[in-house]
């Protein structure tokens, strides 16, 4: 943003430069002032009375007077034009203070009006103010619902914009209230099985209902089926889901990415569940330990991040034994849904811990197709998943897949 100030700064100073020129000292005569008009006037009248005064005694000749008056002429021109010239630059001067003055104003005013000023902040400051566009716009719907409630794709809306503020209690509820025609759509049904995955960062027994209503509605919605097939792979069932991805991958663009991400899943959900690829039919027969050793390697060769979770010795007379620790990796840059989770007690602190791609909530977003992530570890008052006021939380610092040796330490009591 600086950078950017500072170039605007020096492009202004510039154009005032260019444009002042004419008014910088020297670069034009500046006429002295000290006779004003009327007085060049009178001493031109008295000039010239004294000049008859002389042809009359004698001492002129007519031609020399003739000569006389048009050199008097010359000089009441010259004076007045000097005393303009100064009038002139005493003007000059003024616009020049305008001119340094009201461009700089201008530019700024014709870039509010025209220009972007917000694309000059910080990109946090942009997030920032765009979260709190949205929060307004999200306020003025929900005020509008409450006064007109019968308008299913009003809550609709409603769902999805608290959904993409994270606000997913308020989702949830805002689905609640589209009705009956709810268990009519397939895609909606879909959408909010999405919201509550990603609520829970997992898969909970309300979300696989919606997920196989969805599915009795519309067979071949492409987000069912994507949730299906992840669900399948994190409970291991690895040839339901390669099933249910196979029906999904037509509908895509071929070699676009949507299609290069739900291929490499059905891959990875081959490679653990020792599957052979289609084209490789002929290798069905192979021995149970191959299929083993085949898991083997692919989960070996996925990355991880290992470490320690502890809980501040300040904090253990707000932990019970039995509250539930969920340490979960998450993407820097990214969704909010977690790589890779394990759900233990408080019981089990300090705990040595390793995640991996095995652990992956969503077989699309794992740990090893991430530059950047952070690990968390949060003690859950409510034993859910969601964030809840009164958890204890401790976070890892950005670090790239394949760290070891983090040292989490839950500090913190979530307000």
């Known amino acids: 943003m600086i950078p950017f100030y500072l170039a605007v700064a020096a492009l202004v100073v510039v154009a005032l430069i260019l444009l002042l020129r004419p008014w910088w000292p020297g670069s034009r005569r500046i006429a002295s002032a000290d006779f004003s008009p009327e007085l060049n006037a009178a001493i031109h009248r008295d000039r010239l009375a004294e000049l008859e005064r002389d042809r009359s005694n004698g001492s002129l000749s007519e031609s020399d007077l003739t000569e006389a008056r048009e050199e008097l002429q010359r000089q009441l021109l010259d004076d007045t034009a000097a005393v303009e010239a100064v009038a002139a630059d005493r003007f000059g001067g003024r616009a020049g203070v305008a001119v340094a003055i009201l461009l700089p104003l201008a530019a700024v005013a014709l870039y509010a009006l025209l220009g972007s000023p917000a694309a000059v902040l910080p990109v946090d400051v942009q997030i920032q103010k765009a979260a709190g566009d949205m929060e307004q716009l999200t306020a003025k719907l929900a005020k509008r619902l409450e006064d007109k409630p019968d308008n299913p794709q009003g809550w609709l809306m409603l769902g999805r914009s608290y959904k993409s503020l994270g606000r997913w209690d308020d989702a949830e509820r805002a ?146 034994p039995d509250d539930v620790v969920f340490i979960f990796a998450r993407a820097i840059n990214g969704p909010r849904m977690p790589l890779a989770a394990l759900r233990v007690r408080v019981a089990d602190l300090p705990l040595d811990f390793m995640l991996d791609d095995t652990k992956a909530v969503m077989p699309s977003a794992t740990i090893s197709s991430v530059e950047e992530l952070r690990v968390e570890a949060r003690v859950s008052k409510s034993g859910k998943a969601t964030p809840g006021k009164g958890d204890l939380t401790g976070k890892s610092p950005t670090v790239k897949p394949g760290a070891k040796g983090l040292r989490i330490v839950i500090d913190t009591i979530n307000p």
């Open 175 to 320: 689905f609640a209230r589209i009705g009956p025609e709810l268990n009519k759509n397939a895609e909606w049904l879909a959408e909010l099985a999405e919201l509550l995955i990603q609520k829970n960062n997992g898969y909970n027994e309300q979300a696989r209902q919606l997920i196989r209503q969805a599915l009795q509605l519309e067979p071949g919605n492409m987000l069912a089926l994507f949730m299906a097939g992840g669900d399948a792979f994190s409970g291991e069932r690895f040839a339901e889901a390669i099933a249910h991805w196979e029906r999904l991958l037509p509908q895509l663009e071929p070699g676009g990415e949507d299609a290069r991400m739900v291929e490499s899943a059905m891959a990875k959900a081959r490679q653990r569940g020792g599957l052979a690829p289609k084209i490789a039919a002929a290798n069905k027969g192979a021995p149970q330990s191959t299929a083993k050793t085949a898991k083997g390697t692919a989960i070996a060769a996925g990355k991880s991040v290992s470490g320690r979770v502890e809980l501040s010795p300040a904090l253990k007379d707000k932990a019970m």
